[in-house]
């Protein structure tokens, strides 16, 4: 019932920034918190940023400083802001955001997709 669509991904040099976006669709009724994740080849999923309904943030300490997490609550929709990209932020990045649907009585995570984010040396 609900599906995001990630897109902001690509190949970038050190030092450079991109930013991702996450939209969430479908028959939701609320939106809880909203956050990034990435996995690297042969290791497990890392949390990245996370932002609460509030607007509270938290952030990996890798990514502290050079992130930023954002969401606008109108569209459905959770940013991330990476400047001073590093080769070890190399990763496939998915969104995950909280949600209540018409269907269910409880909140519950959705992923994304995915967006390869490479960044050369």
């Known amino acids: 019932q609900v599906q995001l669509a990630e897109s902001g991904g690509g190949l970038v040099q050190a030092g450079g920034s991109l930013r991702l976006s996450c939209a969430a669709s479908g028959s939701i009724v609320s939106i809880g918190a909203m956050g990034w994740y990435r996995q690297a080849p042969g290791k497990q999923r890392e949390m990245v940023a996370v932002?609460?309904?509030?607007?509270?943030?938290n952030y990996a300490d890798s990514a502290k400083g050079r992130f930023t997490i954002s969401r606008d609550n109108a569209k459905n929709t959770v940013y991330l802001q990476m400047n001073s990209l590093k080769p070890e932020d190399t990763a496939v990045y998915y969104c995950?955001?909280?949600?209540?649907?018409?269907?269910?009585?409880?909140?519950?995570?959705?992923w994304g997709p995915g967006t390869q984010v490479t960044v050369s040396s």
């Open positions: 995950n955001v909280g949600v209540v649907t018409t269907a269910t009585l409880r909140s519950y995570g959705v």
């Open positions: 932002i609460t309904s509030g607007g509270s943030t």
